[in-house]
Every structure is written in structure tokens, then in C-alpha cells.
Nanobody
Framework: QVQLVESGGGLVQAGDSLRLSCAAS????????MAWFRQAPGKEREFVAV????????YYTDSVEGRFTISRDNAKNTVYLEMNSLKPEDTAVYYC???????????????????WGQGTQVTVSS
């Protein structure tokens, strides 16, 4: 089992940057696929980015491609989401998630992930 705690959210202006962190406790963090999702008010939780256990493979949703970067430091049991050129439509609660298996073509599905953090709020003003 793994526990996930997100941090780094806040209120920023359009065009600014933020870096989210997700600290994991528990065993074998390096074996987990890690991902970021987000949920805006009144909307379903949506996939943002995923990274393989080694960090060699990443995928992004189209709306953040080129602006966001997911990375991980297995020595620190931490996964990051670097967010640049933020837009008001990026406003959401951002969740960290862990999967015990590489979800492959199901990587965007909430059900593919076994563990979730409590979320951190990101608000982008125009």
C-alpha cells in the first residue's frame, strides 16, 4: 500500500508557473506507475499526465502537452508536475495517483489507478 500527499498548489495569474509535488510513503514506490489527474467544479476527474516506473515513458493529455512536464525522483519517493504558461482553464483540484501496473491504453481512466492523494487546489486567474 502507498499513501500519497500532494503539495504546491495555489493562486496564480495566467502565464505563471507552478510545480506540484506528490510525496509517497510506503513500500516499493519505484514500482508504481504515477499519474496526475484534475477535477474542475462540476466536471468529472480527468487525466493530465502519466509516467512509468523508470521515468522513461510519459504521456500527456492534449490540452497540457508542451506546457506541463511530469517527472519523478524514486530516491525521494516523489513525483512532480511542472506547469508552465498556466491558463484559467487549468483551474482545478489536482490529484496524484498510483497504479500497480502500467495501464497502457487505459492510462487515462480513473479506474486504472489504485491509490489517490487528497488533492491540491490550483487556481489560475485571468
Amino acid at each position: 500500500q502507498v499513501q500519497l500527499v500532494e503539495s504546491g498548489g495555489g493562486l496564480v495569474q495566467a502565464g505563471d508557473s507552478l510545480r506540484l509535488s506528490c510525496a509517497a510513503s510506503g513500500r516499493a514506490f519505484s514500482r508504481y506507475t504515477m499519474a496526475w489527474f484534475r477535477q474542475a467544479p462540476g466536471k468529472e476527474r480527468e487525466f493530465v499526465a502519466v509516467i512509468s516506473w523508470s521515468g522513461s515513458t510519459t504521456y500527456y493529455t492534449d490540452s497540457v502537452e508542451g506546457r506541463f512536464t511530469i517527472s519523478r525522483d524514486n530516491a525521494k519517493n516523489t513525483v512532480y508536475l511542472e506547469m508552465n504558461s498556466l491558463k484559467p482553464e487549468d483551474t482545478a483540484v489536482y490529484y496524484c495517483a498510483a497504479a500497480t501496473r502500467w495501464p497502457a491504453e487505459q492510462r487515462v481512466a480513473v479506474r486504472s489507478y489504485n491509490y489517490w492523494g487528497q488533492g491540491t487546489q490550483v487556481t489560475v486567474s485571468s
